[in-house]
């Protein structure tokens, strides 16, 4: 069996600034949820912490977990979290893995991360383990087809690599959130083009978003024509983002 890949650091400083995407699309899982405002959320995949504020805004006398594997991320969400005093906590730990989570919680969320676990099996296995007799799940991510223009001129240039993601199908996932053991299972996905208004704002997003696992095998002198060899030969500004769906809940 292969060990688990290990999780990338990231620019926290600059995914702050430059990821209104993630930041929209909270909003719509997040309904899917019906938070009565008193539970705890584990937030899976907390980055710098600007979605977690949106999920406690909806918590009147609830309280979050964050969960991050990225030192940079969590270091960054601790500052922009810190108004909300013991209402939060934020953990380091790896999806991949057993979470160091003491209590159960009443819900999970998670926005543009799962995509990067390569192991959904143990990821949902993982999230079952933490989760409260009937507590609720939901969450989206990138799915099969997700980037898929970037993905054909990745194979083009450099060694060909195409990523580190794991764009799963809708039915892929039901079968594994069943098999973690979940229940009232659905998942279900759609295209969402993101078009940016120019060149510099796309290759900004390019290098912060997508292509930084790229960019790491790479060195820094290089960093600039990648992204310029790659956005070149995309057709236009946008990104085909297709994201991939899901709710679930634990038995109970």
Do not use: K
Request: charged content about 25%.
């Amino acid at each position: 069996m292969s060990e688990p890949v290990q999780p990338r650091d990231w620019d926290a400083s600059a995914y702050t600034e430059l990821a209104e995407p993630q930041l929209r699309w909270a909003g719509p899982i997040l309904d899917r949820l019906e938070l009565a405002g008193d539970e705890t959320v584990l937030d899976a995949g907390c980055g710098s912490g600007r979605v977690t504020a949106t999920v406690l805004d909806r918590l009147t006398d609830g309280r979050v977990i964050g969960v991050d594997a990225s030192p940079s991320m969590l270091a960054e969400a601790r500052v922009n979290l810190a108004s909300y005093g013991d209402r939060v906590t934020i953990v380091e730990a790896d999806l991949q893995q057993p979470l160091p989570i003491d209590a159960s919680v009443d819900a999970v969320f998670s926005g543009a991360t799962f995509h990067w676990i390569p192991d959904h099996d143990a990821l949902f296995r993982h999230l079952f383990d933490v989760m409260r007799p009937g507590a609720r799940l939901a969450a989206q991510c990138g799915g099969a087809g997700n980037v898929a223009r970037v993905q054909a001129v990745l194979a083009t240039i450099g060694d060909g690599w195409t990523g580190p993601w794991n764009f799963a199908t809708p039915e892929e996932t039901e079968a594994r959130l069943r098999a973690a053991g979940f229940v009232h299972v659905r998942a279900w996905s759609y295209p969402q083009p993101e078009p940016f208004e120019d060149r510099e704002a796309f290759d900004a997003f390019l290098r912060m978003a997508i292509l930084g696992a790229h960019l790491d095998r790479l060195p820094a002198d290089e960093h600039d024509a990648f992204v310029a060899a790659v956005a070149d030969r995309l057709p236009d500004h946008t990104i085909d983002y297709v994201r991939l769906n899901f709710d679930a809940r634990r038995p109970g």
